[in-house]
């Protein structure tokens, strides 16, 4: 049975979910603003994220919210984090790969999770101490061993892009292991997909509490381990509101290889 706070994630969650879906057939007509340097957010980003803060506000007025685009409102100990649209840039495509993430944190730490893919009504769930569900399922990270064979997911973010170089002499080492990398545009989804078993590791630089708050909890509870680069335990955010800079999730295993071989490439140091 879904814990009360998961109850009312899931109801937020579809209801963005149904304003993505609404508005996904006219998209040349949406107002898009550039917030940084290929960094796109559109009138739908906003409106999805308003109906959600209007069901939190309504259930736990005394709880903080942190969103995408409205920014930090108010102070708790406990604060809704949200991206009401993961994969914004596939969603102004046209590419049909976007979701809404929703974390309740407690002192800067994931306590419960939704993470919603309204084209696929794929529901990703879980709760800190409770596992991780998708569509009511129990599910648990892959059991792979190794890097060998393993399908990696990573990402180019437009803010990391000086380390480009860095990043892509890595893939060129993690190719001779890996089956394949994918980047699929959504980094939610992809931590997501990782601790389902649909992919075996993820990583990814510059990311926000938002992108990832709800991922890294699940993750941990279908039995994974989530770092930063160089091997650190990281969380969504502390209790400054400051982002984690990279993430390395998957199995104990293959995240461990990940993590080092993100270390040996050189590239783990290309963010000192």
Same mark, same amino acid.
């Given at each position: ?180 990398? %994918? %980047? ?13 078993? %649909? ?74």
């Amino acid at each position: 049975m879904q814990k009360p706070a998961v109850t009312l994630m899931v109801k937020a969650a579809r209801a963005a979910g149904n304003i993505l879906l609404r508005h996904m057939h006219r998209l040349d007509a949406l107002n898009v603003v550039e917030k940084d340097r290929m960094d796109y957010a559109s009138e739908v980003d906003r409106l999805a994220e308003a109906e959600i803060i209007k069901e939190f506000r309504r259930a736990t007025p005394d709880y903080a919210i942190l969103g995408e685009e409205h920014g930090p409102l108010g102070q708790s100990r406990n604060t809704w984090v949200i991206d009401p649209l993961d994969g914004t840039s596939n969603y102004l495509h046209g590419i049909p790969h976007f979701c809404v993430s929703i974390a309740l944190c407690e002192n800067g730490e994931p306590t419960h999770g939704v993470i919603f893919d309204p084209l696929r009504n794929d529901l990703f769930t879980a709760s800190r101490g409770s596992g991780m569900q998708l569509n009511e399922k129990r599910v648990r990270i892959a059991d792979r061993k190794d890097l060998h064979g393993a399908m990696l997911i990573t990402g180019f973010p437009p803010r990391e892009r000086a380390r480009a170089s860095a990043h892509l002499k890595c893939l060129d080492n993690l190719l001779l292991d890996a089956e394949d990398v %994918r %980047r699929t545009g959504s980094a939610a989804l992809d931590l997501a997909y990782v601790a389902c078993g %649909r992919a075996d590791a993820y990583f990814e630089a510059g990311l926000k509490p938002w992108d990832v708050a709800a991922g890294v909890l699940m993750v941990r509870e279908a039995g994974g381990k989530v770092t930063d680069f160089k091997g650190r335990a990281t969380g969504p955010m502390d209790n400054r509101g400051l982002p984690p800079r990279q993430i390395v999730a998957g199995n104990l295993r293959v995240a461990e290889a990940l993590q080092q071989r993100i270390v040996n490439t050189g590239y783990a140091a290309a963010f000192d």
